[in-house]
């Protein structure tokens, strides 16, 4: 499989170099030149397959061609060592909870996946060490840290905004030390991620060392999350309320709801999306408008959306060419403020029980809101509450218990580079390394 850039104007790459590469030539990001349709008998049956049959069988249409089959079924069962089920929160609505991994939050698996392939790579080349940059509003950088911590051959630096990410985010990637290094960067998520996407365009930092990217615009990252929703859909088949499926992503850099707009293009029988946003509104107004308008983004309870230019955007645009039309006719949107959010969270827990956590009551907000007669909603719920456990107490007026695993963290010692937001300091920075 061939991989192009969204901007058309870099050479097609071998899935091999879109991995290494992160971001194309032209700061575009990579997508495969044909998504492949899966056959019906997969679908027909699927509710009789594990999660990780379902998930072999859709990474072998999007990697097949490029992977060793036996290697490919062993980085997708390496990845895939929980399961992800589908718990019915009130009528007709239910929760695919995300946040059974090592860092109990959805991009485990994405950032698992890609430390797996892309050490296959390298092991296949025997080429000199790979410097993974990736940028976090709060669970990326967890979920990536962990999910490549220890990985020979790979070096991970991991760069968040100060002040803005929660205590228990935090402590997942400052206090693993070995391959991982986290930058405290005096700024927002954004300029985070724009040191990341510059430092992949200096020609004398790339010359100094080999960079990728972890982050959602990396295809390896972003492809396994399609994984969840075909998972979804089989878990939800097997009790016959698979017919008219409207899946909810809250959204923030939105590789999660583009890797199951591929899965819907692979032949997923999902009716609708909806993209629930938190205060960072900038992709409702492009359906409302058909005008894309990034701007700075806001910081909210809802700390992994805080988005205010979303790559994949490029990546969703490119898939319906450009149609506004054909967007909207599939995704529809919603945005809540924090007030909302909250109001969601104790509403949702007085009524059911079931104990949202900030981003997942986004997208259980606009599922009530929005969901139709005779339809099925699922909404992500994309991490444990207990990782925001001050906010979600403080709202519920109970007590969110700590996972073992997550305590394990707040033990460790911080470790952490200052940085400031400008590019220069973090070049100066990286050329020492």
Excluded: W
């Amino acid at each position: 499989m061939k991989y192009y850039s969204t901007n058309k104007k870099a050479p097609m790459a071998t899935l091999h170099e879109a991995v290494v590469k992160g971001l194309a030539g032209d700061r575009g990001l990579y997508m495969p030149e044909s998504i492949k349709p899966l056959p019906k008998e997969f679908f027909d049956n699927i509710d009789k397959l594990t999660f990780q049959e379902i998930a072999f069988t859709v990474a072998k249409a999007f990697f097949g061609e490029d992977v060793n089959e036996d290697d490919l079924k062993n980085i997708v069962y390496d990845t895939l060592q929980f399961d992800c089920p589908v718990v019915e929160v009130k009528e007709n609505i239910y929760s695919l909870e995300l946040f059974h991994g090592p860092t109990l939050a959805f991009k485990d698996v994405g950032a698992r996946f890609m430390a797996r392939l892309l050490q296959y790579f390298i092991r296949q080349e025997g080429k000199e060490q790979v410097n993974v940059l990736v940028a976090t509003s709060g669970d990326t950088g967890s979920a990536v840290a962990n999910g490549f911590l220890g990985v020979d051959g790979i070096h991970v630096y991991v760069l968040y905004p100060k002040g803005k990410v929660s205590k228990i985010q935090e402590s997942q990637f400052t206090t693993l030390g070995k391959n991982i290094t986290a930058v405290e960067v005096d700024g927002v998520f954004d300029d985070c991620q724009a040191l990341v996407k510059s430092a992949f365009m200096d020609d004398e930092l790339n010359k100094h060392m080999k960079l990728t990217s972890a982050n959602s615009i990396n295809v390896a990252r972003f492809l396994p999350q399609a994984f969840y929703y075909f998972n979804a859909y089989a878990r939800l088949k097997a009790m016959g309320k698979a017919d008219e499926m409207v899946v909810c992503v809250p959204s923030g850099n939105f590789g999660n709801i583009c890797a199951a707009l591929f899965g819907h293009r692979m032949g997923l029988p999902v009716k609708r999306f909806i993209a629930a946003n938190n205060a960072n509104d900038i992709f409702y107004n492009y359906l409302q408008t058909g005008k894309y308008e990034p701007k700075a983004s806001r910081q909210t309870i809802a700390n992994a959306m805080d988005v205010g230019d979303p790559s994949n955007f490029a990546r969703i645009y490119d898939l319906y060419k450009g149609d506004h039309d054909a967007i909207t006719s599939l995704i529809s949107g919603a945005t809540y403020s924090d007030e909302q959010i909250r109001e969601t969270m104790k509403a949702c827990f007085d009524t059911t029980g079931y104990t949202l956590d900030p981003h997942g009551a986004c997208g259980y907000r606009a599922l009530s809101e929005q969901l139709q007669e005779g339809e099925t909603g699922v909404f992500c719920e994309t991490a444990h509450p207990a990782k925001f456990k001050e906010t979600v107490e403080s709202v519920i007026g109970a007590e969110v218990a700590i996972p073992e695993r997550l305590a394990a963290f707040m033990k460790g010692t911080k470790q952490s580079v200052e940085m400031s937001k400008e590019f220069e300091d973090f070049k100066n920075f990286l050329l020492k390394r």
